[in-house]
């Protein structure tokens, strides 16, 4: 029972480029979320997804796009990275709906140049 | 709107002693939901604990317990019998669901620090 994972743990991009950040749990949570954290704060939604085949946005979802794949599988997408979107990335699920307890996957530390 | 409030940017707390981590909200939703978690240096997040907004009594699991004031629309985490594995980041947040959708926020946090 492995919980939440990400990939990747870690990753550099240049300004344009784009990139996918795959998660997946397996508790057979229904809402799954991905969130942003700078140095210093704490964290921000960008989008989540109540349910398979839903998604919403979060705080701060401009530059991203998301996907639930199926009820396992919720990725977050960045067309064109920009120096602003270095963060650590958390994806994170919740069994039945939002505002249920989150459980958080180990992150994923974006730099982008 | 809904904001999190922690005051403390750091605590310092002696091994074996019971420390307290303030956490203020504001909001206008009737049914939310209180959470604390723990960030260690490795950045992982740990779910310690929980409070619904209708629960009348206060959250505990195990050494730390949730101090739910409702009226003054305080969270604070009280952790007892600090240990030195409780030094990092913690984190107050807040999730709610009414007719602008989901919303959760989260505190800017409080560092503490356990010394022997």
């Known amino acids: 029972n492995a919980g939440v994972t990400q990939t990747p743990k870690f990753q550099v991009l240049k300004t344009g480029q784009s990139m996918t950040l795959q998660c997946a749990q397996d508790m057979n949570h229904n809402s799954m979320y991905w969130y942003r954290q700078d140095p210093g704060m704490g964290l921000r939604l960008i989008y989540y997804s109540a349910s398979e085949g839903t998604t919403d946005k979060g705080e701060v979802p401009n530059g991203y796009n998301v996907s639930r794949l199926n009820k396992r599988e919720f990725s977050l997408r960045l067309e064109s990275a920009a120096p602003s979107q270095t963060s650590v990335y958390f994806c994170a699920s919740s069994e039945s709906v939002p505002g249920d307890t989150q459980y958080f996957g180990p992150g994923t530390r974006l730099t982008v140049l | ?116």
């Open chain 2, 1 to 116: 709107a809904q904001k999190i409030t922690q005051t403390q940017p750091g605590m310092f707390v002696q091994e074996k002693e019971a420390v307290t981590l303030d956490c203020t909200y504001d909001t206008s939703d009737q049914s939310y939901g209180l959470f604390w978690y723990k960030q260690p240096s490795s950045g992982e997040m740990i779910f310690l604990i929980y409070q619904g907004s209708y629960d009348e009594q206060n959250a505990t699991e195990g050494r730390y317990s949730l101090n739910f004031q409702k009226a003054r629309k305080s969270a604070n985490l009280v952790i007892s019998a600090s240990q030195l594995g409780d030094s990092a980041m913690y984190f107050c947040a807040m999730s709610g669901v009414n007719t602008g959708g989901f919303k959760t926020i989260f505190g800017a946090g409080t560092r503490l620090f356990v010394k022997a």
